[in-house]
């Protein structure tokens, strides 16, 4: 059984950082794997991206702020957020996709697990 375990959100001020992570059972981190995010009344979207191999894609609201990794020892991911801004608030989630390369990496369809979600929300 997979099972993928958010955690590390919270409340910051605009400028601040946080450090998720996303606990990962029953896979294997050589797959692609990916942050998105959901805020209220707003569609689910992919932010970060990690091949099988190590290589990183974000998207542009993000870009230069936030870092996506992992660790296979500890089979968990990770997503530095620094410099974090109000537009950050959502839930963020962790996906497991099946395959070790994604063509685009950011289709919430593309990927087979998911976490619950942990809730960064960031004040002005």
């Known amino acids: 059984q997979v099972l993928l375990v958010e955690s590390g959100g919270g409340s910051v001020q605009a400028g601040g950082s946080l450090r998720l992570s996303c606990a990962v059972s029953?896979?294997?981190?050589?797959?692609?794997m990916a942050w998105f995010r959901q805020a209220p009344e707003k569609e689910r979207e992919g932010i970060a991206y990690?091949?099988?191999?190590?290589?990183?894609v974000y998207v542009t609201s993000v870009k230069g702020r936030f870092t996506i990794s992992k660790d296979n020892a500890k089979n968990t991911l990770y997503l530095q957020m620094n410099n974090l801004t109000p537009e950050d608030t959502a839930m963020y989630y962790c996906?497991?996709?099946?395959?070790?390369?994604?063509?685009?990496?950011?289709?919430?369809?593309?990927?087979?697990?998911w976490g619950q979600g942990t809730q960064v929300t960031v004040s002005s």
């Open positions: 996906a497991a996709a099946q395959v070790r390369y994604l063509t685009y990496g950011f289709r919430p369809s593309e990927y087979t697990y």
């Open positions: 029953g896979y294997t981190l050589s797959n692609s």
């Open positions: 990690i091949s099988g191999s190590g290589h990183t």
